[in-house]
């Protein structure tokens, strides 16, 4: 095949054409829909004097009719390929009516209109709206839309799209027509339409401005007792939007769709978001804490996104971050506001380090801002949404909260109805709080993970202590020179009493706060503190205040004083990870000098401490329990050593586990609940830790271990015990591993997310025979290929999270791979080429496994009909 196009930022030009309304009529068919979109169109100023022809977009379109002003086009004056419709000839100003047919019953890529589980539903972002009508489908064409649907009503009762309802009537052929009318302009990848035999759950909302808005979540008739906490979580991120960013919402209703065949977690469109289930459905009994949190987040995402995505949308594609890191920052600050603030900060950095930092040190490493891409599909990464969210943060790190907020209500203020660039929401920040962020712009155009160096020295006599700090920046695809990033660096300093010192810079008249921000904008600079009596311990980058590694070695009882005394809990729980980092990698240096392993001493001080401390936050205490995780202590050393690294892990969780038995039984016994299953945040952080202490004591595989297993499997009333301890059983060599797994399936076959959990947890079971047993899952009656839930869940939670099995020595665990993104392909690409990220940085990698990861690669690109989703993947990764 023919290398597939790039598209460049670059060769951006304005449309040539507007759209100011569209009006829709869908003809919903089960072997066919029809469409009639009727389209208001001039010419766009912006673009240029003169005429010029007329191009939209389509796919995968019959186009059975097409007239200008009403006068039927006859061929000449028109063409049609497979990508575009381009009419000749057009005036300034003009109607264009089209009919096209569609098929969304043999729509496997779920892009555009597509069915689920009987179902009409759509998805447009990127660009599906392209799959539906010719269209310039593009972020800034943005128009208002009306859609009327039409549809049998025994099979869709329920007809729904964006916006109002403003009318409905019957046919006497027994179908039925809804009119739904979108009074704000939007691009066309924030259309929505669903119609279904769907069951409702309903609520109310009051505005602070004291209006009424309805609330709809729609889902399976059976499901509907699953909704509750989504209502609730809705409700507050309303409130909390209107609290903290003084926005409310704008429409007269707001609804969810939950369906379950969804390639995304969910998705914003204008007053109809669709769901995947995942992030709708939880029930105590069939939902673990995660999933709640992870419920109320993605709740919260989409509605934040009503402002920034959709009442101010990005300019193009390559602007994608402009709306999602916002976004994220928002959702992240939502829950940090819900829960633990300190936890909440964590697990954000966990999924960066975990996956954003590798993909900035691999092939397929990008600009938060990308400069080209071949598929828009494939830059929905954690570049794009969570580096995109530390950006945002460090504006509010920079500005403060106070002067963060006056920059996004100028944001508001200047762009609401527009589609704008990453370079508009700078100089809103820097408009409103007067500072020059030019350098700031860095951070969207350069990719890679800075390297924060800092070393500090303290001069008795002058009672100073000097702070120097430096930064670089790997080479990346895109460059490999890297210009001086405008970093924030948040800073304590501690007594050796544990006190947090005040700040006072050379030069400054009075005593500064206990903490402050630092502002690195050259390769090196230092920083002097003035009026110490005594060497500080310093408490560096604190709250995790830029996206950057940290070179900085505090000796072992530096990071023990840390994780005791620090004032920030981002830096105790870090502390303790640069602990466990060392422990790991110590390990490993032992075994390649022949020597035999022993247990760390500072790690085991350390584990005992945060045993012992009943004061710390049960939740804090369990993160700061949590050994580091494989794919952090990955990118500590190069060539990755999976195999190494998970057996080093695991001798220190079975070496700790014995070392402190009595006090890790002795905490567990004593965080048994009284009452019921209840979602606070105290009951959340108590259940965490009471599960890690049985899972340090699980590690011990033996007969009391296994007994306490078997009594939590069987005392468990709720999914988040019950997963924890059957996902401990099938881990090892529990004598009930195998009677425990089957009940859990027959208890919730009909259950679909509690079914994907058991996929989940076993093919992330490190057993040797887990790739055997996900192989024969494929073949298990409730899994299906199409389903993108299931696909992540089996296939996925292998290949991505269980590194010793899928890195396996023989390389059957990258053709395993190789075969499933061959068949996903021709199905799915989007999901094809997601799945394919676990081979991409295979340079990384010993010289044994280089091999067949490469070969694994060459084998998905040589396959006749590769698209250009996971042409692109491959093929960056081989050529990186």
């Given at each position: 095949?023919s290398?597939?196009?790039?598209?460049?930022?670059a060769?951006?030009?304005?449309?040539?054409?507007?759209?100011?309304?569209?009006?829709l009529?869908?003809?919903?068919?089960e072997?066919?829909?029809?469409?009639?979109?009727?389209?208001?169109l001039?010419?766009?100023?912006?673009a240029?004097?003169?005429?010029?022809?007329?191009?939209?977009?389509?796919?995968?379109?019959?186009?059975?009719?097409?007239?200008?002003?009403?006068?039927?086009?006859?061929?000449?004056r028109?063409?049609?390929d497979?990508?575009?419709?381009t009419?000749t000839?057009?005036?300034?100003a003009?109607?264009?009516?089209?009919?096209?047919?569609?098929?969304?019953?043999t729509?496997?890529?779920?892009?555009?209109?597509?069915?689920?589980?009987?179902?009409f539903?759509?998805?447009?972002?990127?660009?599906?709206?392209?799959?539906?009508?010719y269209?310039?489908?593009?972020?800034?064409?943005m128009a208002r839309?009306?859609?009327?649907?039409?549809?049998?009503?025994?099979?869709?009762?329920?007809?729904?799209?964006?916006?109002?309802?403003?009318?409905?009537?019957?046919?006497?052929?027994?179908?039925?027509?809804?009119?739904?009318?979108?009074?704000?302009?939007?691009?066309?990848?924030l259309?929505?339409?669903?119609?279904?035999?769907?069951?409702?759950?309903?609520?109310?909302?009051?505005?602070?401005?004291?209006?009424?808005?309805?609330?709809?979540?729609?889902?399976?008739?059976?499901?509907?007792?699953q909704?509750?906490?989504?209502?609730?979580?809705?409700?507050?991120?309303?409130?909390?939007?209107?609290?903290?960013?003084?926005?409310?919402?704008?429409l007269?209703?707001?609804?969810?769709?939950?369906v379950?065949?969804?390639?995304?977690?969910?998705?914003?469109?204008?007053g109809?978001?669709?769901f995947?289930?995942?992030?709708?459905l939880?029930?105590?009994?069939?939902?673990?804490d995660?999933?709640?949190?992870?419920?109320?987040?993605?709740?919260?995402?989409?509605?934040?996104?009503?402002?920034?995505?959709?009442?101010?949308?990005?300019r193009?594609w390559?602007?994608?971050?402009?709306?999602?890191?916002?976004?994220?920052?928002?959702?992240?600050?939502f829950?940090?506001?819900?829960h633990?603030?300190?936890?909440?900060?964590?697990?954000?950095v966990?999924?960066?380090?975990?996956?954003?930092?590798?993909?900035?040190?691999?092939?397929?490493?990008?600009?938060v801002?990308?400069?080209?891409y071949?598929?828009?599909?494939?830059?929905?990464?954690?570049?794009v949404?969570?580096?995109?969210?530390?950006?945002?943060?460090?504006?509010?790190?920079?500005?403060?909260?106070?002067?963060?907020?006056?920059?996004?209500?100028?944001?508001?203020?200047?762009?609401?109805g527009?589609?704008?660039?990453?370079?508009?929401?700078?100089?809103?920040?820097?408009?409103?709080?007067?500072?020059?962020?030019?350098?700031?712009?860095?951070w969207?155009?350069?990719?890679?993970?800075?390297?924060?160096?800092a070393?500090?020295?303290?001069?008795?006599e002058?009672?100073?202590?000097?702070?120097?700090l430096?930064?670089?920046?790997?080479?990346?695809?895109?460059?490999?020179?890297?210009?001086?990033?405008?970093i924030?660096?948040?800073?304590?300093?501690?007594?050796?009493?544990?006190?947090?010192?005040?700040?006072t810079?050379?030069?400054?008249?009075q005593?500064?706060?206990?903490?402050?921000?630092?502002?690195?904008?050259?390769?090196?600079?230092?920083?002097?503190?003035t009026?110490?009596?005594?060497?500080?311990?310093?408490?560096?980058?604190?709250?995790?205040?830029?996206?950057?590694?940290?070179?900085?070695?505090?000796?072992?009882?530096?990071?023990?004083?840390?994780a005791?005394?620090?004032?920030?809990?981002?830096?105790?729980?870090?502390?303790?990870?640069?602990?466990?980092?060392?422990?790991?990698?110590?390990?490993?240096?032992?075994?390649?000098?022949?020597?035999?392993?022993t247990?760390?001493?500072?790690?085991?001080?350390?584990?005992?401490?945060?045993?012992a401390?009943?004061?710390?936050?049960?939740?804090?205490?369990?993160?700061?329990?949590?050994?580091?995780?494989?794919?952090?202590?990955?990118?500590?050393?190069t060539?990755?050593?999976p195999?190494?690294?998970?057996e080093?892990?695991?001798?220190?969780?079975?070496?700790?586990?014995?070392?402190?038995?009595?006090?890790?039984t002795?905490r567990?016994d004593?965080?048994?609940?009284?009452?019921?299953?209840?979602?606070?945040?105290?009951?959340?952080?108590r259940?965490?830790?009471?599960?890690?202490c049985l899972?340090y004591?699980?590690?011990?595989e033996?007969?009391?271990?296994h007994?306490?297993?078997?009594?939590?499997?069987?005392?468990?009333?709720?999914?988040?015990?019950?997963?924890?301890?059957?996902?401990?059983?099938a881990?090892?060599?529990?004598?009930?591993?195998?009677?425990?797994?089957?009940?859990?399936?027959?208890?919730?076959?009909?259950?679909?997310l509690?079914?994907?959990k058991?996929?989940s947890?076993?093919?992330?079971s490190?057993?040797?025979?887990?790739?055997?047993?996900v192989?024969?899952?494929m073949?298990?009656?409730?899994?299906?290929?199409?389903?993108?839930?299931?696909?992540?869940?089996?296939?996925?939670?292998?290949?991505?999270a269980n590194?010793?099995?899928?890195?396996a020595?023989?390389?059957?665990?990258?053709?395993?791979?190789?075969?499933?993104?061959?068949?996903?392909?021709?199905?799915?690409?989007?999901?094809?080429?997601?799945?394919?990220?676990?081979?991409?940085?295979w340079?990384?990698?010993?010289?044994?496994r280089?091999?067949?990861?490469?070969a694994?690669?060459?084998?998905?690109?040589?396959?006749?009909?590769?698209?250009?989703?996971?042409?692109?993947?491959?093929?960056?990764?081989?050529?990186?």
């Amino acid at each position: 095949m023919s290398d597939p196009k790039t598209i460049r930022l670059a060769d951006y030009r304005a449309p040539a054409y507007l759209v100011d309304s569209v009006d829709l009529r869908f003809e919903l068919g089960e072997t066919g829909t029809d469409v009639q979109a009727t389209l208001q169109l001039r010419r766009n100023p912006a673009a240029g004097a003169g005429p010029a022809p007329l191009v939209l977009d389509g796919q995968q379109l019959e186009l059975l009719a097409l007239a200008l002003d009403g006068v039927p086009l006859p061929a000449t004056r028109y063409q049609l390929d497979d990508a575009q419709l381009t009419v000749t000839d057009v005036p300034a100003a003009f109607r264009l009516d089209l009919t096209t047919r569609i098929h969304p019953e043999t729509n496997t890529a779920l892009e555009g209109l597509y069915r689920s589980s009987g179902n009409f539903c759509t998805q447009c972002e990127a660009e599906g709206f392209r799959k539906i009508t010719y269209y310039p489908d593009r972020p800034d064409v943005m128009a208002r839309f009306t859609t009327t649907v039409v549809a049998e009503r025994a099979r869709y009762p329920v007809l729904l799209s964006n916006g109002n309802p403003v009318g409905r009537g019957e046919l006497d052929d027994g179908r039925h027509w809804v009119r739904w009318v979108d009074p704000y302009p939007k691009p066309a990848y924030l259309f929505a339409l669903v119609a279904g035999d769907l069951g409702c759950v309903r609520d109310s909302f009051v505005t602070a401005s004291g209006r009424g808005v309805a609330l709809e979540i729609y889902t399976e008739h059976d499901k509907l007792d699953q909704c509750e906490h989504a209502m609730a979580s809705l409700k507050r991120a309303m409130r909390w939007d209107e609290v903290r960013f003084g926005l409310e919402y704008d429409l007269d209703i707001y609804m969810i769709v939950a369906v379950s065949d969804f390639n995304m977690g969910a998705m914003e469109n204008k007053g109809l978001n669709v769901f995947n289930t995942k992030y709708v459905l939880a029930r105590p009994d069939t939902a673990t804490d995660t999933d709640f949190i992870g419920v109320e987040s993605v709740i919260g995402h989409e509605y934040f996104h009503n402002w920034t995505g959709n009442r101010v949308t990005c300019r193009d594609w390559f602007q994608l971050s402009l709306k999602e890191g916002l976004t994220v920052f928002r959702d992240q600050e939502f829950t940090a506001d819900m829960h633990s603030a300190a936890v909440a900060r964590i697990d954000d950095v966990r999924t960066l380090r975990a996956v954003q930092f590798p993909q900035d040190a691999g092939p397929l490493a990008h600009p938060v801002r990308p400069e080209s891409y071949i598929e828009i599909n494939n830059f929905y990464t954690v570049t794009v949404y969570e580096k995109g969210a530390e950006i945002v943060r460090m504006y509010q790190t920079l500005l403060g909260r106070e002067g963060f907020r006056r920059g996004m209500d100028l944001y508001f203020r200047r762009h609401d109805g527009q589609a704008v660039s990453c370079e508009d929401f700078c100089a809103a920040m820097a408009d409103a709080s007067g500072r020059d962020l030019t350098q700031f712009l860095r951070w969207y155009r350069q990719a890679g993970t800075p390297v924060l160096t800092a070393s500090g020295r303290y001069d008795a006599e002058a009672r100073c202590y000097t702070l120097r700090l430096s930064q670089h920046c790997p080479p990346t695809p895109e460059s490999a020179t890297k210009l001086p990033f405008h970093i924030p660096v948040a800073i304590g300093l501690l007594a050796p009493d544990g006190r947090a010192l005040p700040l006072t810079l050379a030069g400054e008249p009075q005593a500064g706060p206990p903490e402050r921000v630092l502002e690195l904008t050259g390769a090196t600079q230092e920083f002097v503190f003035t009026g110490l009596d005594a060497a500080p311990v310093p408490s560096l980058l604190r709250g995790f205040s830029a996206p950057v590694k940290l070179d900085h070695a505090p000796a072992e009882d530096e990071l023990l004083f840390l994780a005791a005394h620090d004032t920030d809990a981002f830096n105790r729980w870090e502390a303790a990870q640069q602990l466990g980092v060392r422990a790991v990698l110590g390990l490993l240096d032992e075994r390649a000098a022949g020597r035999a392993w022993t247990l760390p001493a500072g790690l085991s001080t350390l584990f005992g401490r945060v045993l012992a401390d009943e004061s710390l936050d049960p939740a804090l205490a369990e993160q700061m329990l949590t050994l580091p995780g494989e794919a952090y202590l990955g990118e500590q050393r190069t060539p990755i050593d999976p195999g190494g690294l998970f057996e080093a892990r695991e001798f220190l969780r079975r070496a700790l586990a014995g070392a402190h038995r009595a006090a890790l039984t002795a905490r567990h016994d004593a965080l048994a609940p009284e009452g019921g299953y209840r979602l606070d945040g105290a009951s959340i952080g108590r259940r965490a830790l009471r599960n890690r202490c049985l899972d340090y004591l699980a590690s011990l595989e033996d007969a009391d271990a296994h007994a306490r297993l078997a009594a939590r499997w069987q005392a468990a009333d709720n999914m988040t015990d019950q997963l924890c301890a059957l996902a401990l059983m099938a881990n090892g060599d529990h004598p009930q591993r195998e009677a425990a797994l089957a009940a859990f399936y027959e208890r919730w076959q009909h259950e679909a997310l509690v079914v994907d959990k058991w996929f989940s947890l076993q093919a992330s079971s490190p057993r040797a025979d887990t790739l055997a047993r996900v192989r024969e899952l494929m073949s298990h009656p409730a899994f299906t290929i199409r389903n993108p839930n299931k696909v992540r869940a089996l296939v996925g939670a292998f290949c991505n999270a269980n590194p010793v099995r899928f890195h396996a020595l023989d390389g059957s665990g990258y053709a395993f791979l190789a075969e499933q993104v061959q068949v996903l392909d021709a199905l799915n690409p989007q999901i094809a080429a997601r799945m394919l990220g676990a081979l991409t940085r295979w340079r990384q990698y010993d010289a044994g496994r280089q091999p067949p990861m490469r070969a694994a690669l060459e084998q998905v690109l040589a396959r006749a009909g590769v698209s250009p989703d996971v042409y692109e993947i491959a093929s960056k990764a081989l050529a990186g």
